[in-house]
């Protein structure tokens, strides 16, 4: 039976503001969707409708009662005082359930074999685990979480970072296998090696996916349908994301046309309107009405999330910018550089990736001061302006307006042709229409919130400027505002991302973070970094193949006719080990059948045996190597 999912009148409202407003789609079995937007137009709010978290909309999810949704946030709600592996198994979807019934059981059946009911319950939870392929479920959950770079299975979730409980929450929702998967910025927090883990899981994944991505190399990749949602409104596009740029380009430059044209209709409008006809026939009112009306229109404008311009002016930067002298540093006892020297020059684009908790912030911090060093020296030049975006952001005054917010750092801002551009025009180019710009700052989304706060350090024209992770926290347009925005700029930035398609356009020069201070310099793009990497894995698993053959047929030259000393002795003691090695066999054999109630005793035998028949395999391929020379 083909499973769908189909949204009717699906309309959300956030005070004032509509989210989105009488939307229909259906979700077939297989589509992988894109959804992309601005930061706070209602993408995490459609899926908490979609995934039923959230019931305060009007309309109607349809689906059948069999139907399963798994649902990653970006927040997951992880209980603090569990491990990582009881915290997987304590998500509330039915795999999990049916485990922990199927342990519940066993436990009470295991402490009273005698009775009855307790009997009853267990046989049926044994058939439970068998009908949902629960078995296997925790091999799968170590499996996944070993691939997001979760190790310590034992660890409290109170004492994870954001990041690692992000991966633990992906890995609950990957393990249940839903025929929706409902995934709200995947990326954040993963290193490229897990992207890439990521992105052939689900290209391998049975069910239907919706993912909110800044991630546009990664949305091209899982993507083969793109729904935009802009101004409350649901615009479905077919293909991955490269398909849909090509046609959103196409559509940006028909609304332009048609804006273009209404302006110039108006200018004819308000000439005919200034001559003061004298004679207002029924035929000229109506005219005046349509005048209006297109006044109207004009002056509201035309609501548009296509490329947006911003080239603000800034202060002159000197030749000495950042000066990186042995510095070494430890946080918590942990080194995270040692005698790391560098010198940052006007003009340059630095990128740092690489792995989770290695530094790589640690290192913005040091340079803009707020952390400490232990030993060298960090010089800035007396010329240099720096703005930081953090991704821990500054206090925002929440009482305040919007446009009173940065009408505080200055009303006027000049561009780089030394234009003024005024507060109104700034905010509009970073996509707040008028309608929001006396809007108080605590009605904002929390990307709206980041947004502006990018706008505000943008505006205090800094000639220097340090980016951490950007692309956590931005959505697609504001990101491309920006990737235009360090094109034209002519100072020196700095950014922290493990966003391929962000860190290509904004860097050509990069330091790879490996850990325990070990830094690798690469000139050149992110991607061409990491397809260099492949090249050299690949090259080293070919030389160590083509060293084993040169050994194996160097040895297959020689002629051996007896065996050596140290040979004889072993060829002496081998049927021994043989025999030692069958009787553990035919033991480890003996209590998996003495088991079969216990699952975690099942899959540790089971473990055990298959070590036990490899070895038995091993030495019996060595016995009848050695028999050929004994004597």
């Known amino acids: 039976m083909v499973e769908t999912l189909r949204a009717d009148k699906l309309t959300k409202t956030y005070g004032e503001k509509v989210l989105f407003k009488n939307l229909d789609f259906i979700i077939n079995e297989n589509d992988r969707i894109g959804l992309i937007g601005t930061n706070g137009s209602g993408k995490s709010s459609l899926l908490n409708a979609i995934s039923g978290t959230d019931h305060d909309f009007t309309g109607n999810i349809i689906t059948s009662k069999a139907y399963r949704i798994g649902y990653l946030q970006q927040q997951p709600d992880l209980p603090e005082d569990m491990t990582v592996m009881e915290s997987v198994f304590a998500g509330k979807q039915k795999v999990f ?13 295991s402490n009273h074999p005698d009775n009855q009911e307790f009997e009853r319950r267990y046989l049926a939870a044994e058939a439970k685990m068998n009908e949902g392929d629960a078995w296997n479920t925790e091999s799968r959950v170590k499996t996944i979480l070993t691939q997001l770079k979760i190790t310590n299975m034992d660890q409290k979730i109170g004492t994870m970072s954001g990041g690692q409980q992000k ?16 995934l709200d910025e995947p990326t954040n927090h993963l290193d490229f090696d897990s992207i890439d883990w990521l992105e052939q899981y689900l290209s391998s994944y049975k069910g239907s996916l919706i993912v909110v991505t800044h991630d546009r190399y990664f949305l091209d990749q899982v993507s083969n349908h793109i729904w935009e949602l802009s101004f409350g409104s649901l615009y479905e596009y077919p293909g991955n994301y490269q398909t849909y740029v090509a046609k959103k380009a196409e559509l940006v430059d028909e609304q332009l046309a048609t804006s273009h044209k209404e302006q110039q209709l108006y200018k004819q409008e308000l000439k005919w309107m200034k001559t003061g006809a004298k004679a207002r026939s029924t035929k000229q009112n109506a005219r005046i009405e349509r005048f209006n009306q297109l006044e109207d229109k004009v002056k509201e404008g035309t609501p548009l999330d296509g490329e947006l311009d911003i080239a603000m002016g800034q202060q002159r930067l000197g030749k000495k910018v950042i000066e990186i002298n042995h510095v070494s540093l430890e946080i918590a006892n942990k080194p995270i550089l040692r005698d ?4 940052i020059q006007n003009g340059q684009r630095i990128g740092i990736s690489g ?12 340079i803009a001061g707020i952390l400490p060093i232990q030993s060298g020296s960090i010089e800035i030049g007396e010329t240099v302006k720096m703005a930081y975006y953090t991704q821990q952001m500054e206090t925002i005054p929440e009482d305040k307006r919007v446009i009173s917010y940065l009408t505080d750092i200055g009303q006027n801002i000049v561009d780089a042709d030394g234009n003024k551009i005024s507060v109104t025009n700034l905010l509009e180019q970073f996509l707040f229409p008028k309608f929001m710009h006396g809007t108080l700052i605590r009605k904002l989304s929390g990307g709206e919130k980041r947004r502006l706060y990018l706008l505000k350090l943008l505006m205090e024209q800094p000639n220097v400027l340090l980016l951490d992770e950007p692309t956590n926290n931005l959505d697609i347009a504001t990101l491309t505002v920006l990737e235009d925005y360090i094109k034209h700029f002519n100072g020196t930035t700095i950014t922290v991302s493990h966003d391929r398609y962000f860190l290509n356009k904004v860097a050509d020069r990069l330091l790879i973070f490996e850990g325990n201070t070990k830094i690798e310099r690469y000139n050149g793009i992110f991607t061409d970094y990491l397809s260099s990497k492949k090249e050299k894995k690949v090259c080293n698993e070919t030389k160590v193949k083509s060293d084993n053959k040169v050994e194996a047929r160097s040895n297959s030259t020689k002629k051996k006719t007896k065996l050596t000393y140290a040979e004889k002795i072993e060829f002496d003691g081998i049927e021994a080990k043989i025999e030692k090695n069958e009787n553990e066999i035919k033991k480890v054999t003996e209590e998996m059948q ?3 109630e216990d699952y975690n005793k099942l899959a540790e035998l089971q473990r055990k045996l298959d070590d036990l028949n490899k070895e038995s395999d091993d030495l019996v391929a060595r016995w009848e190597y050695l028999s050929e020379f004994a004597e």
Do not use: W
């Not at 792995?355 to 040091?366: D, F, R, V």
């Open 355 to 366: 792995e989770n908790g290695a530094g790589k912030s640690s290192l913005l911090n040091a």
């Open 97 to 109: 359930k049916i485990i922990r019934h199927y342990e519940d059981a066993l436990n009470d059946y």
């Open 167 to 182: 991966r633990v929450g992906l890995a609950q929702v990957l393990i249940q296998s839903p025929n929706l998967l409902l």
């Open 340 to 343: 790391f020297s560098m010198l």
């Open 594 to 596: 003495n088991n079969g």
